[in-house]
């Protein structure tokens, strides 16, 4: 039987090293580790843009992983992607929502506003699902500055 990553391995010394880099040489399997593709340079040159968010309080995947692939991107294309993509932190959301965040917000229209009017998006305005507070999500390494004021936030630089 053969499990995930590959035939079982009856020996009783295990290099786990080894064994990645094996299923990383192979091509299928490069089709599918899309996490190492980091040129993208036909994406950018057509005038691609992309937006990436996180949520900080992700159970799965922490939101560095995130962080770390968009940092290789763009030192894979350099500016040709930071000028081309954002990336927001979520405080408190989960993965892909919910949480005690503010996790209702629209990033499709900002991309869509972006590639059709040219207009690159900075804060993101974001709600909570219940109540009219609202946020906004900043482009890291930003982050939302409370003033101390009730529902007044705006984005500060680290």
Same mark, same amino acid.
């Given at each position: /039987?053969?499990?995930p990553l590959?035939?079982?391995?009856? *020996?009783? +010394?295990f290099?786990?090293d080894a064994?990645?880099e094996?299923?990383?040489a192979d091509?299928?399997?490069?089709? +599918? *580790?899309?996490? %190492?593709w980091?040129?993208?340079?036909g994406?950018?040159?057509?005038?691609?843009?992309v937006?990436? =968010?996180?949520?900080?309080s *992700?159970?799965w995947f922490?939101?560095? *992983? +995130?962080?770390? =692939?968009w940092?290789r991107a763009a030192?894979?294309?350099g500016s040709?992607?930071t000028?081309a &993509?954002?990336?927001?932190m979520?405080?408190? /959301?989960g993965?892909c929502?919910?949480?005690?965040?503010f996790?209702?917000?629209?990033?499709?229209?900002?991309?869509v506003d972006w590639v059709e009017k040219g &207009?690159?998006?900075?804060?993101?305005?974001a709600?909570? %699902?219940?109540g009219?507070d609202t /946020?906004?999500?900043?482009?890291y390494p930003?982050?939302?500055r =409370?003033s101390g004021?009730?529902? %007044? =936030?705006?984005c500060?630089?680290r």
């Amino acid at each position: /039987m053969q499990g995930p990553l590959g035939p079982p391995i009856r *020996d009783l +010394t295990f290099d786990p090293d080894a064994r990645i880099e094996a299923i990383r040489a192979d091509f299928v399997q490069g089709l +599918t *580790d899309t996490d %190492r593709w980091t040129n993208l340079s036909g994406f950018l040159g057509h005038g691609g843009k992309v937006l990436f =968010y996180h949520g900080v309080s *992700d159970p799965w995947f922490s939101a560095f *992983d +995130t962080w770390d =692939y968009w940092q290789r991107a763009a030192a894979a294309n350099g500016s040709a992607f930071t000028d081309a &993509s954002r990336f927001y932190m979520v405080p408190g /959301m989960g993965h892909c929502g919910g949480g005690n965040a503010f996790d209702t917000f629209d990033l499709l229209g900002a991309v869509v506003d972006w590639v059709e009017k040219g &207009s690159a998006p900075e804060a993101i305005d974001a709600y909570r %699902r219940t109540g009219t507070d609202t /946020m906004p999500l900043c482009p890291y390494p930003g982050y939302a500055r =409370y003033s101390g004021d009730p529902g %007044r =936030y705006s984005c500060a630089p680290r």
